[in-house]
């Protein structure tokens, strides 16, 4: 399962990518001072128990921002 991201302006989301829907997300907002407040974040019931809310923020770490 690839995690992918998508940003637009000052809201984005780290996603892997079912069928029909997300099977897993962390959705997030920037401020103005580039600090990321993550909103949400949902795992479909067959993946739970494998640290897929954990490889989203993972992949969060690479982006040039404070986390909050």
Known sequence: ???QHKQ??????F???G???YLAELDYSLTPGQVMIINHREVDDF????DIV???SI???DMPVKIS
Request: aromatic fraction near 4%; charged fraction near 30%; avoid cysteine.
């Open 1 to 3: 399962m690839d995690i």
């Open 59 to 61: 992949q969060q770490q």
């Open 15 to 17: 996603y892997i990518e």
């Open 47 to 50: 993946l739970r128990g494998q």
């Open 8 to 13: 637009a302006s000052t809201k984005g989301v």
């Open 54 to 56: 954990r490889a989203l």
């Open 19 to 21: 069928k029909d829907n």
